[in-house]
């Protein structure tokens, strides 16, 4: 039995008043349950108005999009694990593409970005995923299984398991064109059988994510897919009746 996750990835969309509205229809129609779990990743300037919305519904967790590898100190503009943390946070995304592919981010930065995560008590959701380039050239599962090397070089074997991957492909974010759930599969079962080999039955344990166009009409199918474990959510999870949909799969 599967016990999926599904993560709402806001991006720099919705106003803390939009994320009051967004919850005020998306609780009512989404009661208590026990067997998912449900992560929601706003702005770092709507965390608060997130995190008192859910006063009541401690089900649903938070995170943040993005932090420093630094716990404190002189970086304008940058937010700390330690400081979302004390905010609400309990996850943060590190490696999203678009912090690969538009802000420049590295291979080595994930890596000290999840170890940041580690020491404050955040999971960090470790995103990997090929171009359109690197699959068409065939190196889609060396793509993913070097981004999540790199992402976790500095964790040491006992917190291993103290993360989530999402494997996004980065031709699939935001274009309508997911990959199919036996592309998902494919990928999934290569960092399944990597995360086994780095921490055994703890490591095959790490939840693993599809995320790249999702929506209420192809969630049922990759969910289904085999080593797929929950859902990373980006355009459809920014309308509560669409996101509700989905969360309800
Ligand atoms: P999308 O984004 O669902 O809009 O494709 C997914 C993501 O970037 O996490």
Redesign the pocket.
Known sequence: MKHPVFAA?W?MNHAPADATEFLRQFLAHYPRQQDRTVLIFPPALTLHAVTAGLKERSDILVGVQNIHWEDKGAFTGENSAPIARAAGARYV?VG???RRHVFGETDEETGKKVAAATRAGLVAVI?VGETLEQRECGDTESVALRQLRAAVANVDAHHIGGYMV?Y?PVW????GKNATPADASAVHAALRKDLRSLAGERGAAVPILY?????SGNAAALLGASDVDGL??????LNAEAWTAIVRT
């Open positions: 990835n991006k995304l999203h593409s678009e995103c999402a996004e699939a974010i935001g274009t995320g790249g166009s999702v929506n990373l959510v980006g355009g459809a999870s």
